[in-house]
């Protein structure tokens, strides 16, 4: 279907766009799924089927490919990393039948998270008093402070299990309470074989002519430097992270798969142009945006917190296709708009009184953008489960047309529903 190259997958707005459902539609084209950014974050969901029944699975640190019996799964040294986090979702998938040791890979060389670095995000959140960046509490911007200032344990302590008790007993909490201190020496002695130097484990993997995908986390407009800062993860979640977070090559990769909504959600605090649920929203806006938010099923898929919700927005869109440098584009969650009559989208901001197609320089500017919007007219029939182009509505041919022409990438795969089925693949485009 793709390039035949290894490919890179990322989210092209603030996360939850379905990057694992694309994931699950491409996963067989793929020997391994690599991820490289980011910590135990917020959940993707994740389906398959086991014994003939379907099953979901939400997954904080494991790559989507996981539910792939036979792809590798390699965690990056971009990535920080939980043991704790991990050694559950582990046995989350074994207590389903799912074997995953004989394919986990875990880089010598990322960060781990420890207690210390949740309490340090939990006190960090709550001296932010208004100004708090609504971040997951999951100890992962700690974790990347202590890795920036040189200062942070890497996944290669935990080969020694007896030098990495030690290491612990340096730290407070450690001290405090041996039975944590077990939990963690457990988890060496038993993972330590997973541990190794994933960027040559990649590059045999390469020789031996197998395919990868880097999974990226989160999503462009959280990444750390492209991102809505300060409203941003800690992290590289764009298309260039998979190269300094898995130790890889650009000229490696073939295919950059971006993958976006059909409306915008976000949770955490930062700008967002085109919400319709914030606090100063009209009445018939808020009802909008709670009307995407039930059909969309938009709440955290562990802490089942309601996202912030939108229409799409092209002037952040054209910006994440061009920073990820996108080659295949994916569109989801169509069918969410079904019941429009009319459906905005955001192709420019008025700024100043100055209307442009491009990003303002900062968040505080962005906060301030009066979005411009064109309507089209709605399909209001049943999309959900649609698999051919052709079968469309033709409002919603017109609307995926329009969108084309204006962000100057074709579309080429459609998701009508968290199905894998359920995908439009359009293999001319
Ligand atoms: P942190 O990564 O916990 O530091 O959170 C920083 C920002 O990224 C917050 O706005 C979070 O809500 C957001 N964030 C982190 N992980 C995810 C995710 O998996 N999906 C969507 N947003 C996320």
Redesign the pocket.
């Given at each position: 279907m793709l390039d035949k190259s290894h490919s890179v997958l990322v989210g092209l707005q603030?996360?939850?766009e379905g990057k694992a459902k694309i994931i699950d539609y491409l996963g067989s084209e793929f020997d391994v799924v690599a991820r490289f950014n980011?910590g135990a974050?917020?959940?993707?969901t994740s389906r398959a089927t086991v014994n003939g029944k379907e099953l979901e699975f939400v997954f904080h640190l494991l790559p989507s490919g996981a539910l792939h019996e036979g792809t590798h799964c390699a965690l990056g040294n971009g990535m920080v990393i939980d043991p704790l986090a991990l050694e559950k979702e582990v046995k989350s998938l074994e207590s389903h039948g799912i074997e995953i040791r004989s394919r986990l890979h875990i880089s010598s060389q990322a960060h781990l998270v420890l207690p210390h670095h949740k309490e340090r995000?939990k006190k960090q959140e709550s001296g932010r008093k208004g100004k708090s960046?609504?971040?997951?509490?999951?100890g992962?911007?700690p974790a990347y402070e202590d890795k920036i200032r040189r200062v942070g344990l890497r996944m290669e302590e935990l080969c020694d299990s007896q030098k990495f008790q030690e290491t612990l007993l340096e730290i407070e909490d450690f001290q405090l309470d041996r039975e944590l201190l077990k939990k963690y020496v457990n988890f060496a002695e038993q993972y330590g074989a997973y541990i190794k130097d994933v960027s040559e484990l990649l590059r045999s993997f390469h020789e031996k002519g197998q395919k990868i995908l880097f999974e990226g986390?989160?999503?462009s407009f959280?990444d750390i430097d492209q991102g809505t800062y300060p409203?941003?993860?800690?992290s590289n979640s764009v298309a260039g992270g998979a190269c300094t977070g898995c130790g890889v090559g650009p000229g490696l990769i073939g295919d950059v798969i971006g993958v976006a909504k059909s409306y915008l959600t976000r949770?955490?605090?930062?700008p967002f142009p085109t919400e319709l649920t914030n606090e100063n929203a009209s009445l018939e806006n808020r009802q909008l945006g709670e009307q995407l938010r039930e059909r969309g099923r938009e709440y955290g898929a562990t802490t089942g917190r309601p996202r912030r919700t939108g229409w799409l927005d092209l002037v952040m869109l054209r910006r994440a296709l061009w920073v990820n440098g996108i080659t295949t584009l994916a569109l989801t969650k169509l069918d969410v708009l079904d019941h429009l009559p009319r459906i905005p989208v955001c192709v420019g901001y008025k700024l100043d009184g100055v209307e442009s197609n491009r990003l303002p320089m900062g968040s505080e500017a962005l906060n301030r953008v009066e979005p411009v919007y064109a309507y089209l007219q709605g399909w209001e029939c049943c999309t959900e489960g649609i698999s051919r182009f052709e079968d469309l509505p033709e409002n919603a041919a017109k609307y995926i047309q329009f969108l084309e022409e204006r962000i100057g990438v074709a579309i080429k795969i459609i998701s009508t529903s968290p199905h894998r089925d359920h995908t439009i693949f359009r293999e001319s485009m």
């Open positions: 603030w996360g939850d980011g974050n917020a959940g993707h995000d960046l609504g971040t997951t509490l999951r992962i911007g986390a989160q999503a959280l409203y941003v993860s800690s949770v955490g605090a930062g």
